[in-house]
């Protein structure tokens, strides 16, 4: 799948945990300073998160929720 990042604003991201080391280069390279990753499940290994947030649905169900903001370059 090709999709076109420089315009994005907030990119949400649920995919296996082996493919987030792999996307972390693409989404640094080509998305905007300012730009909103959320993750659902799993974090970039290569970087630590803004925010974690863990919402419970009931006594079982929770969901780990991530935020990461593209810093700017120096």
Same mark, same amino acid.
């Given at each position: 799948?090709?999709?076109? !990042?420089?315009?994005?604003?907030? @990119?949400?991201?649920?995919?296996?945990?082996?493919?987030? +080391?792999?996307?972390?280069?693409? !989404?640094?390279? *080509? !998305?905007? $300073?300012?730009?909103?990753? @959320?993750? *659902?499940?799993?974090?970039? $290994?290569?970087?630590?998160?803004?925010?974690?947030?863990?919402?419970?649905?009931?006594? @079982?169900? @929770? +969901? *780990?929720?991530? !935020?990461? *903001?593209?810093?700017?370059?120096?």
């Amino acid at each position: 799948m090709r999709a076109k !990042l420089d315009t994005a604003t907030v @990119v949400m991201v649920f995919l296996p945990e082996e493919a987030y +080391a792999v996307l972390f280069p693409t !989404l640094r390279t *080509h !998305l905007r $300073p300012g730009t909103r990753v @959320v993750s *659902h499940g799993f974090f970039f $290994p290569q970087c630590l998160p803004d925010t974690a947030e863990i919402f419970a649905y009931d006594r @079982v169900n @929770v +969901a *780990h929720l991530y !935020l990461w *903001h593209v810093p700017q370059v120096p």
